[in-house]
């Protein structure tokens, strides 16, 4: 079988990121993680990515003060030495400028704690307690412009119960999070 290398874009932890690592380590998985990308040097999931034997580096934005489309140009550089064809972003928490985005449109993938359209953007769990939802859940999309605005690929649901916090509410949709994200690249993988 022949795996389409792809890169993995991170900015922490990256638990999605374990979910997907876990995925390409099976032989019938379509995918193969040519690159961990962050921008923040510290970021735990570099030394995770590492532990796993992958190719992981950081390109720090702060080293591009006011250039954003430096920082972008880099990181594009990088992606393509790497030889990958798929970025999955996987807590990246920057937003990225129309240079990256067009260069890999319809290639560039993101999850999303929300099931978008609704609460696109930060504080996700706490507007949809604040809003009394029933359900809440994530979103994997393709990357656009616009922010959490491109085309759903899947989505989780999960239901909201009495007396959720933020934290129990993240917490289930987090384990929704990481069997919808490997599901859904497979599938994008398969369709392409």
Same mark, same amino acid.
């Given at each position: 079988?022949?795996?389409?290398?792809?890169?993995?874009?991170?900015?922490?932890?990256?638990?999605?990121?374990?979910?997907?690592?876990?995925?390409?380590?099976?032989?019938?998985?379509?995918?193969?993680?040519?690159?961990?990308? #962050?921008?923040? $040097?510290?970021? =735990? /999931? *570099?030394? &995770?990515?590492?532990? +796993?034997?992958?190719?992981?580096? !950081?390109?720090?934005?702060?080293?591009?003060?006011?250039?954003?489309?430096?920082?972008?140009?880099?990181?594009?550089?990088?992606?393509?030495?790497?030889?990958?064809?798929?970025?999955?972003?996987?807590?990246?928490?920057?937003?990225?400028?129309?240079?990256?985005?067009?260069?890999?449109?319809?290639?560039?993938?993101?999850?999303?704690? #929300?099931?978008? $359209?609704?609460? =696109? /953007? *930060?504080? &996700?769990?706490?507007? +949809?307690?604040?809003?009394?939802? !029933?359900?809440?859940?994530?979103?994997?999309?393709?990357?656009?412009?616009?922010?959490?605005?491109?085309?759903?690929?899947?989505?989780?649901?999960?239901?909201?119960?009495?007396?959720?916090?933020?934290?129990?509410?993240?917490?289930?949709?987090?384990?929704?999070?990481?069997?919808?994200?490997?599901?859904?690249?497979?599938?994008?993988?398969?369709?392409?």
């Amino acid at each position: 079988m022949t795996k389409t290398p792809i890169a993995i874009l991170i900015s922490g932890r990256g638990s999605n990121m374990n979910a997907l690592i876990e995925a390409c380590a099976r032989p019938d998985y379509p995918a193969r993680i040519a690159l961990v990308l #962050s921008n923040n $040097p510290d970021a =735990p /999931g *570099l030394e &995770t990515a590492r532990a +796993a034997g992958l190719e992981a580096v !950081a390109i720090d934005h702060r080293l591009f003060p006011k250039d954003r489309d430096g920082h972008e140009k880099a990181i594009d550089k990088a992606l393509l030495d790497a030889g990958v064809e798929v970025i999955c972003l996987a807590g990246y928490m920057r937003v990225l400028t129309p240079y990256l985005v067009g260069r890999w449109q319809g290639r560039m993938l993101n999850i999303h704690p #929300s099931l978008l $359209p609704a609460y =696109p /953007g *930060l504080d &996700t769990h706490a507007r +949809a307690l604040a809003a009394g939802d !029933a359900e809440h859940g994530c979103t994997v999309h393709l990357v656009t412009d616009g922010v959490d605005e491109g085309p759903v690929l899947a989505q989780a649901r999960v239901k909201v119960l009495e007396g959720d916090t933020e934290q129990s509410l993240a917490h289930r949709v987090l384990e929704q999070e990481h069997q919808l994200y490997p599901a859904a690249l497979a599938a994008f993988l398969d369709r392409r």
